[in-house]
């Protein structure tokens, strides 16, 4: 069984630039978690996907991040445009809604640093 | 709110020795999980080991068990005969009860880091 990708691993920009970051969970998982990791600190739940609709949200900037799943598969995040603050892995997770069994299964992630 | 606590940014422990790392925990809610991940330097994030709320026996995989302390609101990792590949980050994560959309929420600790001395 195929783990959870996501791409780019490593990416440089200047402030003020956009950056996209692309997941792919893994098959015929339904729910998708986007997490910002900064250096020293644990996962926070950016936004979380069941299918292609938005679960939960309230911890995105959305003034400069957005993100969509739009055929419940693949998800894209985006930052537009992008801050100092921002500097931080990037992390996906996807899981198979199994009540008491379920896992969250996390991606590589990307490391973002913003100069 | 939700919170989870972890109070050891490092820990150190000699090989086939013996490391607790601890975790506290603060909710409302009776239905819940816990759970311990690993997270190796540049490597991604793995389960370790889960712990069902309204089960009182702790729970154990090989060299790894917990103390669940329900009314102490404690979760605590035992790593019995640590080896080097046991370093690593490790985070304390409180997963909700299911909520309307038949999700759950995560929510994770600040994490302890693991260093294996040879």
């Known amino acids: 069984e195929a783990g959870v990708a996501q791409s780019p691993r490593y990416k440089i920009i200047e402030k003020r630039q956009s950056v996209a970051f692309w997941c792919n969970p893994i098959?015929?998982?339904?729910?998708l978690y986007w997490y910002q990791q900064i250096l020293g600190q644990g996962p926070k739940l950016l936004i979380q996907?069941?299918?292609?609709?938005?679960?939960?949200d309230s911890q995105l900037p959305k003034d400069r991040f957005s993100a969509e799943r739009l055929k419940g598969v693949d998800s894209t995040l985006k930052i537009q445009p992008a801050k100092l603050e921002d500097s931080a892995v990037y992390l996906c997770?996807?899981?198979?809604?199994?009540?008491?069994?379920?896992?969250?299964?996390f991606g590589p992630g990307t490391r973002l640093l913003v100069l | 709110a939700q919170t989870v606590t972890q109070s050891q940014p490092e820990m150190s422990v000699q090989e086939a020795e013996t490391v607790t790392l601890s975790c506290t925990y603060d909710?409302?809610?009776?239905?819940?999980?816990l759970f311990w991940y690993k997270q190796p330097p540049s490597r991604q994030m793995i389960l370790v080991i889960r712990?069902?709320?309204?089960?009182?026996q702790n729970a154990t995989e090989n060299r790894f068990s917990v103390n669940f302390q329900k009314a102490a609101k404690s979760f605590s990792l035992k790593i019995s005969d640590s080896q080097l590949g046991d370093a690593a980050m490790y985070f304390c994560?409180?997963?909700?009860?299911?909520?309307?959309?038949?999700?759950?929420?995560?929510?994770f600790g600040t994490g302890t880091r693991l260093k294996v001395l040879a």
């Open positions: 997770a996807s899981s198979l809604n199994r009540g008491g069994q379920e896992t969250q299964y």
């Open positions: 909710t409302s809610e009776s239905d819940y999980y």
């Open positions: 994560a409180y997963r909700s009860a299911v909520r309307a959309s038949g999700t759950y929420k995560y929510i």
């Open positions: 712990q069902e709320a309204y089960k009182q």
């Open positions: 996907f069941q299918n292609n609709g938005v679960v939960d």
């Open positions: 098959s015929g998982h339904a729910t």
